[in-house]
C-alpha cells in the first residue's frame, strides 16, 4: 500500500466527498460496511508492520465511530501478527453500535481486552490513533483532549504514531486543527485522498501518507465532485516537450523582472537568475542603480537597467513577453513609478512581495496575471486576518481568484493553485525551503514558463511544482537545515527538462 507522493492519486476530496464515495461503495456496487472496514483494517496493518517490522508492544487508542472499529480490527491483526497489543477506548464499549459493535465483539471473541482510558503516561513501541476519523467538526475536548496530547508526548519521546484514516483533530476538508491534534509519523488512509492531510497543517500532523483504495472499482470515482487535483511529474512532462534544435533566443522568451530597490538587489536577481534556469531566452532587471553594475558582473547573461525615480521603462516593457514585479520593490517614490507603468501595459504579469502589498492598498482586477501571496500578504489582500487564510486555505486561495482574476497561488505547506479551470495542490516541498529568498525563485519560474509559451494557468501551477521538486532535490542532497535558495538552481534547470529527470 505505501505509495510516494508522485504515485498518490491525482484527484483530491473534502470530507463529505469521501463519505458520499463510502456510502456509494457500499449502495451501488454491493459490498458490506463490515467488509469495507476489515480490508481498510489489513491495509493499515500491513503499512504499520512495514514501518515497524518488529513486534513489540502496540497501544491502540478508539473512538466510539467507525475510526475506532478500524482500530479494533487493527489491534486483532496486531495480536495475531505477534504484538502485545493495549486497546483502549474513550468511552464505555456499551457505546460502540452497528459495525463498531461488530468489530468490537470480533476482537474481544478472539481473546482481546479493552481498557480505559486512564491519562497516564504511554509506555510502547508503538500507538495507533483511532480516535476521531474525518467526520470532526468541532474542537476537540475533554478526555480525547487529553489522550491526543499522552500521543504527541509519546511520539516526542521517540515512540512511533501512526494514524488511521486521518490524524485525529485535523479536519480533513482544511487541515484546520481544532484545537488539538495527533502528530502521526504515518497516516493509512483510504477511498479518497483528503485535502485537509496534505494542506495547511495537515502534512504536519498526518506525516508520511499510504493510500489504499480498498479495491474499488475505477467506475466508483466516474463523474464525482472533488476539490482539487494533485500536481504531478506526468503533467509537466505533457507540458513542457523537447525544443526543435533550429530554437533560437527569441523562440523562448523574454522576462522582464523589476524589483531590487535601495539595499534589496539580491530579490529580484534570484528571480532573474531563476528565469534563466528555467529557460527563458531572454532575461532583463530593472533595479535601484545602485544595484545594476554588480548585478551584471555576478551574472552576465542578465541584462540589468539601473533606473532613477521617474526613469520611463516603455522601451522594456514593449520588448518583453512577460513582466515579474514585486521582489525587493519597496513601497517608496521609486517603486511605485515602476508600479504603475507595469500596471498600465497589457503584458502577462507575475506578481509578488512588495508589490502584491501595493495591490493590496489598490485593489483591482485582471486576468491576465499571476498572484503569488503567502498567508500574510493573502490576508492584506482580503483584508482578512492571517489566522483566518489558514483556517481554510481553500476559501482563501478561492476569494482571491474571484476577486482580483488571473491566477493565483497561495504558498506553503500544500500550495494551491486556484486558476480559471481548476484548483491544482502542489505535495511537494519540504521545511528547509521556509527560508528567505524561496518565493523569489517561484516568482522568477513561473514567469519564464509563461514567457516560453504556456499560459498563465499551466505557468502558475507547474511553477510551483518544479520548484517545489527542485526543494525536494537539494534537500536530499544535504539536508534541510541550511538550504539557500540558490541551492535550488540546478536542480530547477533539471526539472523543467522532464526528459531528464
Sequence with gaps: MTESSEYLPEVVYGAEQVAALDRRFIQEFDVDGFELMQRAARAAYEELAHIWAMPGTLCVFCGPGNNGADGLLVADLAREGG????????????????DAAKALSRYMDKGGTVENFSNATIEADVVVDALLGTGLNRDVEGDFAAAI?????????GIGVFAIDIASGIDASTGHVWAHAVRADATATFIGLKLGMLTGEGPAHCGDIAFSALDAP??????????????????????LRPRSRNQHKGDNGHVLCIGGNRGMGGSIR???????????????VVCHADHAGAMSQARPELMCLGVSEQESIST?????????????????????????????????LVVDADALNRLAREPFERDNWILTPHPGEAGRLL????????DDRVKAVQTLRERYGGSVVLKGAGSLI?????????????????????????????????????????AASLGVYVHARAGDQAAAAAGQRGMLPTDLFDAIRSFVNPGRS
Excluded at 527560508?435 to 494557468?457: F, K
Design 149 to 157: 496530547e499522552r500521543i504527541n508526548e509519546a511520539g516526542d519521546a
Design 383 to 390: 483584508d482578512w486576518p492571517t489566522p483566518e487564510v489558514l
Design 418 to 458: 486556484a486558476t480559471p479551470e481548476e484548483l491544482w495542490l502542489c505535495t511537494d516541498g519540504n521545511p528547509g525551503m521556509a527560508v528567505g529568498g524561496m518565493g523569489d525563485l517561484l516568482t522568477g519560474v513561473i514567469a519564464a514558463l509563461a514567457a516560453q509559451g504556456l499560459d498563465t494557468s499551466a
Design 316 to 348: 522594456l516593457i514593449e520588448a518583453c513577453d512577460v513582466i515579474a514585479i514585486g521582489p525587493g520593490l519597496g513601497s517608496d517614490a521609486w517603486a511605485e513609478n515602476l508600479w504603475h507603468q507595469v500596471m498600465a501595459c497589457d503584458k502577462p
Design 218 to 239: 475505477d467506475a466508483l470515482y466516474f463523474e464525482q465532485p472533488y476539490v482539487a487535483r494533485r500536481l504531478t511529474h506526468r503533467r509537466l512532462r505533457k507540458a
Design 270 to 284: 534570484m528571480s532573474a537568475e531563476a528565469a534563466l534556469r528555467s529557460g527563458a531566452g531572454l532575461v532583463s
Design 83 to 98: 504484538w502485545e497489543v493495549h486497546a483502549i477506548s474513550l468511552v464505555g464499549t456499551e457505546q460502540y453500535s452497528g
